[in-house]
Structure formats: structure tokens, C-alpha cells
């Protein structure tokens, strides 16, 4: 499978650019950039998107629960990615749902996986 743009789910409504048609990028936004791919860089947030993804809304509990790691662990990583404004969370009472609010993101996991089943796994380097 080759990926490409009609392979990847970022929404038309988004009215960006692609990358070929921008100038070339300066040193800040370069650097502004590393650091949003950075929030990115992340297994557990990686695993987060993915089901808030699938599943569209979810509670800190059931991200917890299917993540297998500690509620407060869970709301530490969406912290992160709420203060990029890259999630956003609604209250019904005494709980917090959380759902994507960048919808760039669909399309940033599914380039990452089209890149993974592309290439593949590469084994890691030794140090």
C-alpha cells in the first residue's frame, strides 16, 4: 500500500496547504514544529489519540482501563495534550470525557500508520 493524499483521512474542511505548496519553512517555525511533534513523540499519547479516536469521547476511567495504566497517569498525558489544544474535555458530573479537538490529528495517526506498515519496524541501533 503506498500512501498518499487520498489514503489519508485529514479532513477537506481543514483548507490547508500541502507541504510542497508552502515556502520553505524558517528556523522558528522549524523549531515550533519539533516541538509540537514532540507532544506527538510519545507511546502513551500515541495510545490515547488512537482511542479517543476510535472511540470519538471517552472518560479518563475507561482510557485507564484500556490503556492498563493509572487514571492519574492517563490525566497527566491528556494534560499535555489539552494544553496544545490538541484534545479537549467535557464534564458530566464527577467525570471528565476527553475527545479530539485538532482535526489534524486523524490524519497525523493515519500517516504514522501508513509510514509503520510502509517501512516497517526497523530494528533500534545499539549504542
Do not use: W
Amino acid at each position: 500500500m503506498r500512501c498518499g493524499p487520498e489514503t489519508l483521512s485529514i479532513p477537506a474542511s481543514v483548507g490547508k496547504p500541502a507541504p510542497r505548496d508552502r515556502p520553505l519553512i524558517d528556523p522558528e517555525r522549524a523549531a515550533a514544529l519539533s516541538r509540537l511533534l514532540k507532544v506527538f513523540a510519545n507511546d502513551t499519547r500515541l495510545r490515547l489519540l488512537h482511542a479517543l479516536e476510535r472511540g470519538r469521547e471517552v472518560c479518563v476511567t475507561d482510557l485507564a482501563a484500556a490503556l492498563e495504566m493509572a487514571p492519574q497517569a492517563i490525566s497527566n498525558q491528556l494534560q499535555r495534550l489539552a494544553d496544545r489544544s490538541i484534545v479537549s474535555a467535557r464534564r458530566d458530573g464527577t467525570r471528565l470525557y476527553y475527545r479530539i479537538a485538532d482535526p489534524c490529528v486523524a490524519g497525523i495517526l493515519d500517516l504514522g500508520f501508513c509510514l509503520l506498515e510502509e517501512v516497517g519496524e526497523r530494528p533500534r541501533r545499539r549504542r
